[in-house]
Every structure is written in structure tokens, then in C-alpha cells.
């Protein structure tokens, strides 16, 4: 059976990543090894600003709505940059450095957990396809 189709951003949107994170033995491995909190708002979109965050540390990763206790590191951008970043249509990289993506926090502890975001990567993935970015 398919999963229905979910709008990006929405609850639904976080609740299903929040159980992809959940489910994932990759994730769960590297909270052993890695302790960061990340929040990533996301500006004027349909539903106004959102919220979320990816907490991994003493073994748990989580996902959820609202920002990550404790934070260390904040990504804020607006909606157009949020989409176009996660369809592919801009690199990451290219937005940071253009300012499309703000970056506030531990970039130290940012550039250590780089293999935490390679394994939350593949959880957006199983994701993705039933995503509606309108």
C-alpha cells in the first residue's frame, strides 16, 4: 500500500520523517558517535514560518517540530531556497554561500557531524517521493 502524498513542511511532513528517523539503524548508530542539536526554520512559506529540528546524542536521534533543546546550530531560509534546495534544483553549498542559507551556531560541531546529515539525507529520501513541494 502507498503512503498518501504529504505537503512539505506540514505536520504530516515532519511526523513522517520523525518516524523515518526513528526507524533508521544509521541514524541511531551515529547518535553514538555524534551529539548535535540542529533547528532549521524556514521563512514565508504556505503555512507561515516553520520550525523543526534533528537532535542526535547518547545514542537517540529524533525529529520533530520546533527548535532543538539543545541547539547548537540554527539554518534559517526562506521558502523558495527551502524548496529548490531539497528538489535538487540548487546545491546546498551554493546557497550557503550566496546567503540564502543563514547559518548561525557551532560550525565547528557542524563540519564533525557531516556524516549524520549524509544519513539524515538518505531518511529525506525515502521521503521524497511523496512530497508535494506546491
Known sequence: MTEPSVRYL????????????ANSEAMRTLATE????????????????VT???????????????PADPEDVRFEQDWDTAVAV??????????FI???IRLFGDQQKLGAS???????????GAVRPRTDYR
Open 10 to 21: 506540514s505536520l504530516d511532513w515532519i511526523d513522517a520523517l520523525s518516524r523515518e528517523v
Open 34 to 49: 555524534h551529539s548535535i542539536g540542529v533547528t532549521q526554520t524556514v521563512l514565508d512559506g504556505p503555512e507561515g514560518t
Open 52 to 66: 523543526y529540528h534533528l537532535q542526535v546524542g547518547e545514542g537517540r536521534a529524533s525529529f520533530g517540530a520546533g
Open 86 to 95: 531539497a528538489t535538487d534544483r540548487l546545491n546546498a553549498q551554493q546557497a
Open 98 to 100: 550566496t546567503g540564502r
Open 114 to 124: 557531516t556524516a549524520v546529515f549524509a544519513a539524515l539525507d538518505a531518511v529525506f
